[in-house]
């Protein structure tokens, strides 16, 4: 990811503890951009979310934000760190109840629709 002008740029991922999984996981990731709040209210900017799970079981292994300051990156970041945390998959991000207001987000916040956009690719892969 090429941080744009006066971006902010985070990567969430998780403490393996030593343990090399990578053998047995399929991972799979998705890279989407999405407005940081709905765009018929003023000063929406794009928000890019690079999400990785694992294919196999649906756990999420990581993610890469990138957008402008005052797109709430952080508060983005923090949805994925708490995921990763406590050992989310990416479906279940769908069901978090985030907060929600014009200026801020959209209904499904653009944490939740890179989840959605990762399932959908799951799904048409074949995977279960």
Known sequence: ?????????????????????SSCRRDRTVDRTFDDHKAYYPGATSLRIRLTGD??????????????????????ADVYATA?????????????????????SSPWDPAQMAALAWELERRSAGAS
Do not use: C
């Open 55 to 76: 294919q196999r079981d649906g756990r999420l292994l990581g993610a890469q934000l990138l957008g402008r300051y005052g797109a709430e990156v952080s508060k983005r």
């Open 1 to 21: 990811m090429q941080p744009a002008r006066f971006g902010i740029e985070f990567l969430v991922r998780p403490v393996t503890h030593g343990h090399d999984h």
């Open 84 to 104: 990763l945390y406590h050992h989310m998959t990416v479906d279940e991000l769908t069901d978090l109840d985030l907060t929600y207001t014009p200026p801020l």
